[in-house]
């Protein structure tokens, strides 16, 4: 058996004492959720636009929510998962909150971390703060053709005015 001698021993003890405070030191204050956006390009695994009426952008294609939702489904089954996505804007939207809202619910289903450009600051989502919204499918309003408005479903013509 090997016996080291006590002043060898306390030695490496200050030494471990010495760098532990160290690290201590440079890890201070680092512990907030904000990044400059600056500092962060290109360190994402996946980059995801925020669209319209909540849609998302992803490598050019519309997606609803619950299509995004597949998207990272299908990636979780073919161990492709990503561990971060930055949600930034696109050139027709901004971040909004119903896009938070999404993005924290596949954070919590998909256990991946999401960043979010704020006004030039890099924002970790927090999903027990932000409502986690359950995902949905987009649905574009109904446009009705001219020749059926002013009809009823019986086929003969109706006047809002005349309704009880």
């Known amino acids: ?3 080291f001698s006590p002043l060898l021993t306390r030695a490496v003890a200050a030494a471990m004492l010495g760098s532990l405070l160290v690290l201590a030191g440079c890890h201070r204050g680092s512990t907030r959720d904000e990044v400059s956006t600056a500092q962060a390009q290109g360190q994402f695994d996946t980059v995801v636009n925020a669209y319209k009426s909540g849609q998302f952008l992803l490598d050019g294609a519309v997606l609803s929510a619950l299509d995004l939702g597949s998207h ?4 979780k089954e ?3 998962l990503p561990k971060t ?4 804007r696109s050139d027709d939207s901004k971040v909004r909150k119903q896009h938070l809202e999404y ?3 596949m954070q919590l289903d998909y256990g991946f971390t999401v960043y979010y450009d704020d006004g030039g600051t890099l924002k970790k989502i927090n999903p027990v703060d932000t409502k986690a919204r359950r995902l949905e499918d987009y649905h574009a309003p109904v446009q009705m053709n001219d020749e059926l408005k002013g009809k009823s479903a019986s086929g003969g ?6 309704q009880q």
């Open 157 to 162: 013509s109706f006047d809002p005015s005349q």
């Open 72 to 75: 990272f489904s299908y990636l």
């Open 78 to 80: 073919q161990g492709k």
């Open 1 to 3: 058996m090997i016996r």
């Open 103 to 105: 993005m924290a619910r």
């Open 85 to 88: 996505v930055l949600l930034e």
